[in-house]
């Protein structure tokens, strides 16, 4: 198990860079064996959910080469075999595979994805899109077959703007003959990069960062060269430390406009930011913190992916703040242990009421999930004394060399095996 060790309670400053968009880049992957010809992909993090897309590449005899910052996927010779459980698991977003197998060869077989245990994280949407595209779907115990004898264009309506549904339709409908419309689709700023790949690699998709994405099929996809868009949720992270124990902490290589909800919000609480071109930077926290209410949503709304740092910031804002959850069911699990930590948090049904100002004091957490990791970095940077955070390899799925960045801005922060 990894464990991250912290002596907090100390002021970090100098500047942070941001790395390539992880929920970008876990669809760019799979996406870039729509092709038979050779994807550059640059600024690819280098987190485990990277390496477990690459896995699966190899099982799918695709060759992949990382050199610093960037991919080359070569699918030459690919071969489409079953993705096993083994490799599925690893990640939720494991599940573009479906989408990009059944456009490319019109069959995939894999089992269910994993990811974070933050609600019950069906795949339904996903699945209608497919047979709404002409596809056959099978499902024994935990195995999807997903086939069609050809893939035409259809009207479909996503009941949810899901992310993962947007991109493994699109993913899906660009090699589908016709044209596909997709409505209510998500528009998060990673399906837009997305769609700007596939587009460089010949593919005819239109409106992608709106509600309404029109995809207009090709019979081939042709070599490219792609960047991953920096990571807004990496970049909220860090924003959010700079605020609770920052001084003078830049953070660099940032799309602010990607932000702005998070922006407003700590505007709103009185600490005074800069917010330049690609980047972001505190200049002033208040003594006197004011407490705020925050609801997450669909892009633009306020990410569900930053809730639970944010939660942090709260903890030391005057008075009650309320975090309401609207996306997941199961994305309060690190409240017990903030509260272990010193806050005073009650979760009822899916809002958090937060009492603040609480001093945090350093002890033994577990990061539940990825984002609920990033919680209990940012607390135990607060916290005075020692934070030991158990199940640290979530953290690490999600945030590159995190314990360098910190570390370059005066944090004491590492990283042990046990
Ligand atoms: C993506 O998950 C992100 N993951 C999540 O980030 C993020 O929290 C989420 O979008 C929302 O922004 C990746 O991009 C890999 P959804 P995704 O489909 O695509 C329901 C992180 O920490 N739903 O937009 O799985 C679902 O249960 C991760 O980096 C269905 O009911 O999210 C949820 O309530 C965690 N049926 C809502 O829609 C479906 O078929 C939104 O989910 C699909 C989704």
Same mark, same amino acid.
């Given at each position: 198990?990894?464990?991250?060790?912290?002596?907090?309670?100390?002021?970090?400053?100098?500047?942070?860079?941001?790395?390539?968009?992880?929920? *970008?880049?876990?669809?760019?992957?799979?996406? *870039?064996? @729509?092709?038979?010809?050779?994807?550059?992909?640059?600024?690819?993090?280098?987190?485990?959910?990277?390496?477990? @897309?690459?896995?699966?590449?190899?099982? @799918?005899?695709?060759?992949?080469?990382?050199?610093?910052?960037?991919?080359?996927?070569?699918?030459?010779? %690919?071969?489409?075999?079953?993705?096993?459980?083994?490799?599925?698991?690893?990640?939720?977003?494991?599940?573009?595979? %479906?989408?990009?197998?059944?456009?490319?060869?019109?069959?995939?077989? %894999?089992?269910?994805?994993?990811?974070?245990?933050?609600?019950?994280?069906?795949?339904?949407?996903?699945?209608?899109?497919?047979?709404? +595209?002409?596809?056959?779907?099978?499902?024994?115990?935990?195995?999807?077959?997903?086939?069609?004898?050809?893939?035409?264009?259809?009207?479909?309506?996503?009941?949810?703007?899901?992310?993962?549904?947007?991109?493994?339709?699109?993913?899906?409908?660009?090699?589908?003959?016709?044209?596909?419309?997709?409505?209510?689709?998500?528009?998060?700023?990673?399906?837009?990069?997305?769609?700007?790949?596939?587009?460089? %690699?010949?593919? =005819?998709?239109?409106?992608?960062?709106?509600?309404?994405?029109?995809?207009?099929?090709?019979? &081939?996809? &042709?070599?490219?060269? &792609?960047?991953?868009?920096?990571?807004?949720?990496?970049?909220?992270?860090?924003?959010?430390?700079?605020?609770?124990?920052?001084?003078?902490?830049?953070?660099?290589?940032?799309?602010?406009?990607?932000?702005?909800? @998070?922006?407003?919000?700590?505007?709103?609480?009185?600490?005074?930011?800069?917010?330049?071109?690609?980047?972001?930077?505190?200049?002033?926290?208040? =003594?006197?913190?004011?407490?705020?209410?925050?609801?997450?949503?669909?892009?633009?709304?306020?990410?569900?992916?930053?809730?639970?740092?944010?939660?942090?910031?709260?903890?030391?804002?005057?008075?009650?703040?309320?975090?309401?959850?609207?996306?997941?069911?199961?994305?309060?699990?690190?409240?017990?242990? +903030?509260?272990?930590?010193?806050?005073?948090?009650?979760?009822?049904?899916?809002?958090?009421?937060?009492?603040?100002?609480?001093?945090?004091?350093?002890?033994?957490?577990?990061?539940?999930?990825?984002?609920?990791?990033?919680?209990?970095?940012?607390?135990? +940077?607060?916290?005075?004394?020692?934070?030991?955070?158990?199940?640290?390899? &979530?953290?690490?799925?999600?945030?590159?060399?995190?314990?360098?960045?910190?570390?370059?801005?005066?944090?004491?922060?590492?990283?042990?095996?046990?």
């Amino acid at each position: 198990m990894k464990v991250i060790e912290i002596e907090g309670g100390r002021e970090l400053t100098g500047q942070i860079r941001i790395s390539g968009a992880k929920n *970008a880049t876990v669809a760019l992957i799979p996406a *870039a064996i @729509l092709t038979d010809e050779e994807a550059t992909i640059c600024n690819v993090p280098e987190i485990t959910d990277t390496d477990a @897309l690459c896995d699966i590449l190899k099982e @799918l005899n695709v060759n992949v080469n990382r050199s610093t910052e960037s991919l080359v996927i070569n699918p030459q010779n %690919m071969k489409n075999v079953e993705i096993q459980e083994e490799f599925s698991k690893k990640l939720r977003a494991s599940y573009y595979f %479906m989408g990009a197998l059944l456009g490319k060869y019109k069959k995939a077989v %894999m089992y269910f994805p994993g990811g974070c245990s933050i609600g019950a994280r069906p795949i339904d949407l996903h699945l209608k899109g497919f047979e709404a +595209l002409g596809a056959k779907v099978t499902n024994e115990k935990n195995k999807y077959t997903v086939e069609a004898e050809e893939l035409h264009g259809a009207n479909i309506y996503l009941d949810i703007a899901s992310v993962g549904a947007t991109i493994n339709i699109m993913l899906a409908a660009v090699r589908a003959k016709g044209k596909t419309v997709i409505d209510n689709a998500a528009k998060e700023p990673e399906i837009v990069n997305v769609a700007t790949f596939l587009n460089n %690699m010949g593919a =005819k998709i239109t409106g992608a960062g709106t509600s309404t994405i029109k995809i207009e099929g090709v019979d &081939h996809l &042709h070599k490219c060269f &792609h960047e991953v868009i920096p990571d807004r949720i990496e970049a909220g992270t860090y924003l959010i430390i700079a605020a609770l124990c920052g001084k003078d902490l830049r953070i660099d290589n940032v799309i602010p406009e990607h932000i702005d909800s @998070l922006t407003s919000k700590l505007e709103e609480m009185g600490i005074k930011l800069d917010i330049g071109i690609d980047y972001v930077r505190v200049l002033e926290v208040p =003594k006197k913190l004011k407490a705020t209410d925050i609801k997450t949503a669909v892009y633009p709304g306020f990410a569900t992916d930053l809730q639970q740092p944010f939660t942090v910031l709260l903890t030391q804002a005057e008075g009650i703040s309320r975090v309401t959850e609207t996306i997941w069911e199961n994305r309060f699990m690190h409240v017990p242990y +903030l509260n272990a930590l010193g806050s005073d948090i009650a979760v009822e049904n899916q809002t958090a009421k937060i009492q603040g100002p609480t001093e945090l004091k350093g002890c033994e957490v577990v990061a539940t999930d990825l984002r609920a990791g990033a919680a209990m970095v940012a607390a135990g +940077l607060k916290a005075t004394g020692k934070t030991t955070i158990t199940n640290s390899e &979530h953290i690490l799925r999600g945030y590159e060399s995190i314990i360098e960045k910190l570390t370059n801005v005066g944090a004491k922060i590492t990283l042990k095996e046990i």
